[in-house]
């Protein structure tokens, strides 16, 4: 007997959820960074509003985080780079752990246009 299983598609939230966890990994494997922004550019279109703004806020990140990499490993040769380096960390984990939070009150990001936190 062949039995067919529906399969659930994971909730607009836990894609969000899951995107933020990507990124918080990609600190340490990078590959992970490009699958969430994907991930973001494939599901903004048809997610809430509320929602919209958080793939904004991550697809911003993603962006905004090639940059500070790129200007980061450009200095290494001067000490700068690993600081650079050390802040796009820290600031990729902030960006993270704030969006989850509003995820979790299921607000809106308040300004996902923001370069910084």
């Known amino acids: 007997m062949n039995q067919v299983i529906a399969q659930e598609k ?3 939230q836990g894609a969000v959820q899951m ?8 600190i340490f494997t990078g ?10 550019y494939r599901n903004k279109d048809d997610a809430p509003d509320w929602l919209k703004s958080h ?4 697809i911003r990140t993603f962006w905004i985080g090639v940059l ?3 200007i980061g490993f450009m ?6 780079g690993y600081f650079i ?3 796009w960390a820290i600031w990729v984990i902030v960006r993270c752990v704030k969006g989850m939070h509003l995820l979790d009150q299921k607000s809106a990001h308040t300004d996902p246009k923001t370069w910084m936190f």
Do not use: K, N
């Open 68 to 70: 500070y990499i790129l």
């Open 31 to 40: 590959i992970t960074g490009i699958i969430g922004v994907v991930m973001a």
């Open 19 to 26: 995107i933020y966890i990507l990124y918080l990994i990609s």
């Open 55 to 58: 793939y904004q806020f991550q």
């Open 75 to 80: 200095l290494t040769s001067m000490i700068l």
């Open 10 to 12: 994971p909730s607009a």
């Open 85 to 87: 380096l050390l802040f």
